[in-house]
T-cell receptor, first 114, second 112 residues
Framework: ETGVTQSPTHLIKTRGQQVTLRCSSQSGHNTVSWYQQALGQGPQFIFQYYREEENGRGNFPPRFSGLQFPNYSSELNVNALELDDSALYLC?????????????FGPGTRLTVL | KQEVTQIPAALSVPEGENLVLNCSFTDSAIYNLQWFRQDPGKGLTSLLLIQSSQREQTSGRLNASLDKSSGRSTLYIAASQPGDSATYLCAVRPGANSKLTFGKGITLSVRP
């Protein structure tokens, strides 16, 4: 059974640029959630995708957008990058979107915005 | 709005000590609570998941308890080892979807 994978591992961008981060969910999981973790903070929920539809969103502006594909892999897109977007971006997958489903996290993508 | 607090932010103990990490949350209406471990710059490893109907869960040297009525959870680590050094995060699932609300974590250092 393959766990959650994310790519790339590290990324450096400049202000105003756009970035796409990718996540492959654990085998059999149909739900993907994205989190942003700033240095020294707990992860903050960005949004969740369930069967290719957005199924909940945290307090993030519209320049944070996402997609989920038929194979349940997912992308996080961030437009017009700002310095405060520098963070570890974590993807988590689960079997179903219900509250009882355990989430399994990937290793994260470290984004640095200069 | 659900808030999760973990105090202290950092803890240093000698090897072999039994220790307790605390987590508190403001709204007792949760589906479950999860404890995670995070090594520096890495992703999250799930340690224990306690459903709202449960009082505790155990895995090896780890034991997590949940008291919903008081809004508290504890993670007990027996016979701590230097390899246990990491940040421990507590997260609750406040509603019917899978969004997790995290605390800021406790950074544990176990001295040889």
């Amino acid at each position: 059974e393959t766990g959650v994978t994310q790519s790339p591992t590290h990324l450096i961008k400049t202000r105003g640029q756009q970035v796409t981060l990718r996540c492959s969910s654990q085998s059999g999981h149909n739900t993907v959630s994205w989190y942003q973790q700033a240095l020294g903070q707990g992860p903050q929920f960005i949004f969740q995708y369930y069967r290719e539809e957005e199924n909940g969103r945290g307090n993030f502006p519209p320049r944070f957008s996402g997609l989920q594909f038929p194979n349940y892999s997912s992308e996080l897109n961030v437009n017009a990058l700002e310095l405060d977007d520098s963070a570890l971006y974590l993807c988590a997958s689960s079997l179903g979107a219900g509250g009882y489903n355990e989430q399994f996290f990937g290793p994260g993508t470290r984004l640095t915005v200069l | 709005k659900q808030e999760v607090t973990q105090i202290p932010a950092a803890l240093s103990v000698p090897e072999g000590e039994n220790l307790v990490l605390n987590c508190s949350f403001t709204d007792s209406a949760i589906y479950n609570l999860q404890w995670f471990r995070q090594d520096p710059g890495k992703g999250l490893t799930s340690l224990l998941l306690i459903q709202s109907s449960q009082r505790e869960q155990t895995s090896g040297r780890l034991n997590a308890s949940l008291d919903k009525s008081s809004g508290r959870s504890t993670l007990y680590i027996a016979a701590s080892q230097p390899g246990d050094s990491a940040t421990y995060l507590c997260a609750v699932r406040p509603g019917a979807n899978s969004k997790l609300t995290f605390g800021k974590g406790i950074t544990l250092s176990v001295r040889p």
